[in-house]
């Protein structure tokens, strides 16, 4: 359900949806680098495949680590520890992920990444691992960074 109108030149929006809270890890790690995180909604394995293998390619990233959080969905992380900037610039570079996760990461100054299951959803479960020679730089033990959000169901 959406209300919208107009008051003193400004436009007022209200909006009603089903969410749930959940709890995410972000990013952000202690030393104000962040890993790379992305989310991919309502995609083939296939385009989300070639997308993460061209990124990998093209900015000689470790393995990057595929979760399937329901039917044509994944996340996706690396333990490389970069700058924001750069960040921002890999994942603008990888085609197919979700835009509204990447707004919000944007607006944050994270990306976030959901750990916890939504009430009838399938277990998010690994998925696979896209193999890369280059080593992680990033103990996944020092990532310590957690937020709890609502996440619409």
């Excluded at 709890?23 to 890993?35: A, F, N």
């Excluded at 750069?86 to 996760?101: E, G, R």
């Excluded at 399938?122 to 280059?134: D, K, N, S």
Aim: aromatic content about 14%; proline content about 3%; overall charge neutral.
């Amino acid at each position: 359900m959406k209300i919208e109108f107009e008051i003193l030149h400004r436009r007022i929006r209200f909006s009603a949806q089903r969410q749930v809270r959940v709890k995410g890890v972000t990013s952000r790690l202690s030393t104000g680098q962040h890993i790379l995180m992305w989310d991919f909604d309502h995609k083939s394995w296939d385009c989300v495949q070639e997308a993460l293998l061209r990124v990998q390619c093209q900015f000689t990233l470790p393995s990057i680590y595929v979760l399937k959080t329901r039917e044509d969905s994944y996340h996706a992380y690396c333990l490389r520890a970069l700058d924001w900037s750069d960040v921002i610039h890999i994942i603008s570079s990888t085609a197919f992920v979700d835009l509204d996760y990447f707004r919000i990461g944007i607006w944050r100054g994270y990306f976030t990444l959901r750990i916890t299951d939504k009430p009838g959803a399938p277990e998010i479960q690994h998925f696979c691992t896209l193999a890369a020679p280059e080593l992680i730089d990033t103990d996944p033990m020092s990532i310590d960074q957690f937020v709890n959000y609502w996440a619409n169901q």
